[in-house]
């Protein structure tokens, strides 16, 4: 590029015409001319016209070029001007295209190709002179007319521009490619013009550096000179940002703004914890104990808070709905206020009655300060004992409380009358589980006079187990009127060519005559050739019902319907009694419920079939799914119970029995009398026992145990129990 410029020649010029003419050198009136002129360029073009205009469009003067393509005219106006050359002689060849140029004055104004590309960016794509003259400088990369001035040819190949004009043939076509080549419309550049070479852009790096709370997006930036950056401020969960700083931006909200980058600087961010105020107080009727305005961090926990309620009224709860008194909130995210509410106090009175009385009502529920009033009602034979409890006072049979001011409990003790103080227990079964596991005691408790002991409970009862000091057994049911029985009859053949199975079915008739129409009954025969079958399922006895064609009960019809079949299927008819209890429970009624087991105790399942018994009907299993639903099974030996088997029958019979808590009975001789006998037994016990149920031992070593119960100075039992699998047969 020249050190000085034809263009900068021509502004020196400019401004010293002007300082002339500020010292008197021209004329200011209205009679002043002003010369334009210059020459019309692609070379020399010779007898172009050329036309002034003003800024308006008007046209001010015209004249032909020389023969250098010079021109000089005189107007009267002053710039700027719109030049205008069309047509004459290029290289002694007609010229086709029209040149223009835009001049600010008319001192020195060429028009030539490169003056056309400027008014064309101005007239058509909007740029003002400055900046059209700026972009095609920056394009070309250098400064001033190529056509009107020597140029570098590794920048601007004037030949070749020449040549495709043309003689103004491809003028237009050469300026519109230029223009789109300036305008960076990704084209290439038109014929003469190099790509001036790349130069990489001037850099700066934005850095970032953040405290502990948050972070910056992006943490790094690298930008151009005179760029505008932004970047993302973004708190952790439970932080705020505290302050950005750093090459001079600013933030708003969470975006921090740079202006235009001028060097290399860094972006530093500061978070800050949330913090978080909580408020308690107090409505009325109470108060508070702790800090009652906290300040706490995001997800940190407050200091304890206590509603105190005032005399007679308690705490309901806090605003929230929390009822936690003390309360420590914790894992704060947000502001809290809460507000504690009270009441008037309300006071459960309880009762508690010994044996041989009741206290109406079972339990009153007072407020504050307020009195109740409790009925003393003693059973038949028994008189009120000691009334205690809530400061109260027995007037009569009625006790009053003192001015209830916290919950308390009312307690009657009775005392028998009429010599009924004295009796006994009496143990009657023991069916130990295995070793650490419970055991069931079955006892009866009677007075002096014999009379059976009602109402007892767990409370009543005492067990000591060896040296264990004495406590309350963990479970009592008490006797029930009400029964539930299956019969398990015997049909096979040993028992029927015994001779016992005629009187097993009439023993069976009269104890169901013996029972209650709202006990439930039923019944399960067996043999191996018949299988195990319910034959009448568990039912309330109620009024006799009686089949219209036979006269006679459809429940002893059942007793007495024979069931033919060989071999022995016991513990299959004992799994299929137990799994209809069991199906059947949630119909029975209150009450103690039983398995009657008639038979001579074979079950040669095995050696009949040659199978092994299905799954749950072995022996172990049966006695395991008949404690597991407190279901004794009393059995009932007939035909060759005793000596079967070389004593197996027996031992089974007996084994049942024991280990379910039932109770077994030899009725191979007198065999109708026995079962009657035995029948009449096994009612009595399940209707007059007290089952108890408390902790064993972790030992095989047989333990002694003792059952009392104070209260009414009834003579202990004791007893012996081994847990099942140390010395029991299986």
Not at 110 to 139: C, H, I, K, M, W
Not at 250 to 271: D, M, P
């Amino acid at each position: 590029m020249p050190a000085i410029s034809r263009f900068v020649q021509m502004l020196v010029l400019l401004t010293v015409v002007l300082l002339l003419s500020a010292c008197g050198g021209g004329s200011s009136d209205s009679s002043s001319t002003f010369t334009v002129q210059g020459r019309v360029l692609n070379a020399a073009l010779i007898g172009s016209t050329v036309e002034i205009f003003n800024s308006n469009g008007t046209l001010l003067a015209a004249m032909n070029t020389n023969t250098e393509g010079g021109y000089s005219v005189e107007v009267s106006q002053d710039g700027p001007y719109r030049i205008r050359a069309t047509g004459g002689m290029l290289n002694g060849e007609e010229y086709t295209g029209t040149l223009e140029a835009s001049c600010a004055n008319g001192l020195e104004c060429f028009v030539t190709p490169y003056t056309t590309v400027l008014v064309r960016l101005v007239d058509e794509r909007g740029f003002n002179t400055g900046d059209a003259s700026a972009l095609v400088a920056n394009s070309l990369g250098f400064d001033g007319d190529p056509f009107a001035e020597d140029v570098p040819v590794e920048e601007f190949d004037l030949d070749a521009t020449r040549e495709a004009i043309a003689g103004g043939d491809g003028l237009d076509a050469w300026v519109d490619s230029m223009v789109e080549w300036v305008a960076d419309e990704d084209s290439g550049p038109p014929p003469g013009v190099m790509d001036p070479e790349p130069v990489d852009p001037v850099t700066y790096t934005v850095s970032t550096t953040t405290g502990p709370g948050g972070s910056l997006d992006p943490t790094n930036r690298t930008v151009a000179a005179g760029d505008t950056v932004t970047f993302t401020v973004i708190p952790d969960t439970g932080y705020r940002i505290d302050q950005v700083t750093g090459c001079g931006g600013s933030l708003a909200g969470e975006v921090y703004i740079i202006g235009a980058v001028t060097q290399s600087c860094t972006v530093s961010a500061a978070f800050s914890p949330r913090q978080y105020t909580l408020t308690y107080t107090a409505g009325s009727n109470g108060s508070l104990s702790g800090e009652t305005e906290q300040t706490v961090s995001h997800g940190r926990s407050g200091t304890a808070v206590t509603a105190i309620p005032d005399a007679g009224y308690s705490f309901i709860e806090w605003s929230d709905a929390s009822t936690d008194n003390p309360r420590t909130d914790t894992d704060i995210t947000s502001d809290l206020s809460v507000e504690a509410s009270f009441g008037q106090s309300a006071y459960t009175i309880d009762t508690d009655a010994g044996v041989g009385g009741t206290i109406s009502p079972v339990s009153q529920t007072l407020s504050f300060g307020a009195t109740a009033s409790f009925a003393i009602l003693p059973e038949s034979g028994f008189g009120i004992g000691t009334v205690t409890g809530c400061g109260g006072s027995l007037s009569g049979n009625t006790y009053t409380t003192a001015p209830i001011i916290d919950a308390c409990t009312v307690s009657a003790d009775f005392t028998a009358l009429n010599g009924l103080v004295g009796g006994k227990l009496e143990i009657n079964r023991v069916n130990p589980g295995p070793v650490g596991g419970n055991v069931d005691v079955f006892l009866t408790a009677t007075y002096a006079d014999g009379l059976a002991v009602p109402g007892l409970t767990a409370e009543s009862f005492s067990v000591q187990v060896g040296d264990r000091p004495a406590s309350q057994p963990s479970g009592v049911t008490a006797p029930s009127e009400q029964l539930s029985i299956v019969f398990v009859m015997d049909f096979t053949t040993t028992v029927r060519e015994s001779g016992g199975l005629e009187a097993l079915q009439d023993a069976t008739e009269d104890f169901v005559q013996l029972m209650q129409p709202e006990d439930w009954a039923g019944i399960v025969k067996f043999n191996i050739d018949a299988g195990a079958s319910v034959e009448r399922e568990l039912a309330p006895l109620g009024a006799p019902v009686v089949d219209d064609l036979t006269g006679q009960s459809v429940l002893y019809e059942v007793i007495y319907e024979d069931y033919p079949g060989a071999g022995t299927n016991l513990n299959a008819a004992l799994k299929l009694a137990l799994d209809h209890i069991d199906e059947s429970k949630t119909e029975l009624p209150e009450g103690r419920t039983a398995i009657v087991l008639l038979g001579d105790g074979e079950d040669n399942y095995v050696e009949f079939t040659g199978q092994q018994p299905e799954p749950g009907e072995t022996g172990a299993e049966v006695v395991a799914q008949a404690n597991e639903l407190n279901v004794p099974i009393f059995t009932v030996g007939v035909a060759d119970v005793m000596t079967g088997g070389d004593g197996a029958w027996l031992d089974r019979m007996q084994n049942l029995a024991d280990q379910t808590g039932g109770e077994f009975f030899n009725a191979t001789e007198d065999t109708k009398e026995a079962i009657d006998q035995a029948f009449a037994t096994t009612s009595g016990l399940l209707t007059s026992e007290y089952q108890l149920t408390f902790a064993g031992v972790d030992s095989c070593d047989p333990q002694g145990f003792t059952v009392s119960v104070d209260s009414l100075g009834l003579e202990p039992a004791y007893g012996v129990f081994t847990h099942r699998g140390c010395d029991i047969s299986q």
